[in-house]
């Protein structure tokens, strides 16, 4: 079985919207896999399909080629692991008796419990917080006891919705390096972030939906090279200026709608264009206003706002969605 999740034609409705449309991707074992998008986007909602918690209106979705309607009753139901977005612990009990009381209920040995304990507790620097209540932690140290609860049962498969919000840049960089290790230890991980940089640390293969579409897929060098190549013109205005849209639509003539996209009051370029591009506007009236004009190596994020702005900006979408399936 190579394919440790696969997905077809995934499709689901809230109050006849649609929220998932024809979804379809496949997760290979072992692998480290990130899904983004952005705000509701649908990725919660892809999860809750993919744990058994809600059902799709249609399509497929197989897990250890297993039906998620049936993965419950199947050997594996205790080997998933599924760590929510909104932490879920018990308030009234201590960082180290939510982890106690997860072991319990995993059927576990009080040896292994406290030996399994001791280890996720030290490997997420919880160990001096582990007689505080719940309820008391910081946020970031919720999700920290919530990942550490979540690898209790040795999970072939984890689910992992936001594992970096409210974390500090300390503990990001060691969760990343915790799932690296969790990678190469076979466990197969999905997880959502709305950090790019979080993504590309893992050097991980990621999924972008929009909408509740695949809008791109594969590895993250291979999304950068296709849709933006290798550099990117950011430039940030003081101020909202209509005239300097126009300006450069005029003044760079190959240049296309979809070589530039703009986010509030910052743009960004791509393409062949950018550096008589910089120069041009450089040495235009409108310099004055601008505090920000680099030229800089592309990244996800780049890639990511391209991608995600091209479809509000294009309206409909059917010949890019082609492209990307290529
Ligand atoms: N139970 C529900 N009933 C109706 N609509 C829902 C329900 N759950 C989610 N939605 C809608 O589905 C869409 C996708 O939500 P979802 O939580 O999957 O997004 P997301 O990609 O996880 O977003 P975020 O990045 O904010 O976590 C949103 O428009 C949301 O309002
Ligand atoms: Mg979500």
Redesign the pocket.
Known sequence: MENIIEVKNLTKT??RKT?LSKLSFQVKKGELFTLI?P???????LFKILTGQIKQDSGTARIFDINVESLLESKYKLRISYVP?ADLLWDNLTVKENIFLMGKLYGLKKAQIEEKANKFLTDFNLIEHQNKLASKLSGGMKKKLSIAMSLMNDPLLLFLD?PTTGLDIEARTLLTEDLKKLKEEGITIILTT?LMEVAESLASKVLIIDKGKVVAFGKIENIINKFIGDKVLQVGCLKRNAEFEDFINKEVKSLKKTDYIRIKQTFFFKGEKVQELMQVISSSKFIEDIYEINIKKSSLKEAFLFITNKIYKNGNNSNFLLEVRK
């Open positions: 809230y109050n929220i998008g705000n509701g986007a649908g990725k919660t909602t977005q936001e709305h």
